[in-house]
């Protein structure tokens, strides 16, 4: 069982390396192209998450977090903390420098751990994003991700 939540600095700044170790891990992988190639450094993702964090703060960008918690599971105990297994980020800097382009958002790094694949997790995270670019005015949606 898993569920989506949206990234808060004061709730999930402890999330930070498990995002770059799942961004990593999807590169490195399961050969996901998604902002860097190998050979990755810890360091540099640590950074470019750090950086999109602070655009979280500047309103610039929104994250959603996908996690399960032990307490969902049958095998965990209740416990456990929760456990990040997928994400996905929406940009809300213009696309454009036109105002007609204020409609328009990106959907960027969906990211889902293999093991994790195919339980309706980046539907969900999907459904996060879109319902938050609507309270955001953004009506298009871009995006350069491949189907399936």
Known sequence: MSVVV?????AHM?????????HATCINSDKTISTFIPPLSNDR???????????VA???RAIFLLLTSASASTTASASAPARLIGLVQLSLRPTS??????????VETLLVGAEHRGRGGARQLMDA????????????LVSCHDAG
């Open 97 to 106: 420098s036109s105002e007609t382009g204020l409609h328009r958002a990106t």
């Open 129 to 140: 994003l879109e319902a938050e670019a609507h309270r955001k005015g953004r009506f298009l």
């Open 45 to 55: 993702l640590l950074q470019w998450w750090k950086e999109r964090v602070a655009e």
């Open 6 to 10: 949206q990234f808060d600095a004061a």
């Open 58 to 60: 500047r309103d610039e």
């Open 14 to 22: 402890g999330m930070i390396p498990y995002m770059a170790v799942l």
